[in-house]
């Protein structure tokens, strides 16, 4: 008699986690395609970590992605506490990145909710 197992369902946290990683593929993508050079994907510091860096002329961006069945609750998901976290690690960023510091920045956040294309929302945080 040959038994066979079962396949157990994928850990909630391994699917979230590549739900985020294609999330961030595909807004990567979609900057590409709106004119945007991605600088950095998952960039990480002590500090936090940064989904997507991107620049457009004499601007860079920080970039929050959110995947979620809906976009009020990718933006509800964003906290002030995570943007504190992002704008950190942004100081670090630019510290960095000497070629960029004529360019100016702000924060936005990108929202991929199934089924539509990517939502962009500019200057998300302001100090």
């Known amino acids: 008699m040959i038994l066979t197992e079962k396949k157990k369902p994928q850990n ?21 395609f ?4 991605v600088l950095a994907w998952r960039w990480k510091c002590p ?10 002329g004499k601007i860079i961006t920080f970039i929050e992605v959110k995947a ?9 998901s964003i906290t002030a506490h995570q943007w504190r976290r992002i704008s950190n690690a942004a100081d670090i960023f630019m510290s960095r990145q ?7 920045w702000r924060f936005d956040a ?6 539509k294309w990517p939502k962009r929302f500019k200057n998300m945080w302001d100090d």
């Open 12 to 32: 909630k946290k391994i699917q979230a986690y590549r739900r985020g990683i294609y999330a961030e593929i595909l807004a990567g993508l979609y900057l590409m």
């Open 34 to 37: 709106t004119g945007w050079r």
């Open 47 to 56: 500090l936090g970590e940064i989904d997507l860096v991107a620049k457009k």
């Open 68 to 76: 979620r069945q809906n976009e009020q609750s990718a933006l509800d």
């Open 98 to 104: 000497r070629q960029y510091a004529d360019c100016s």
């Open 110 to 115: 990108i929202i991929i909710v199934p089924g």
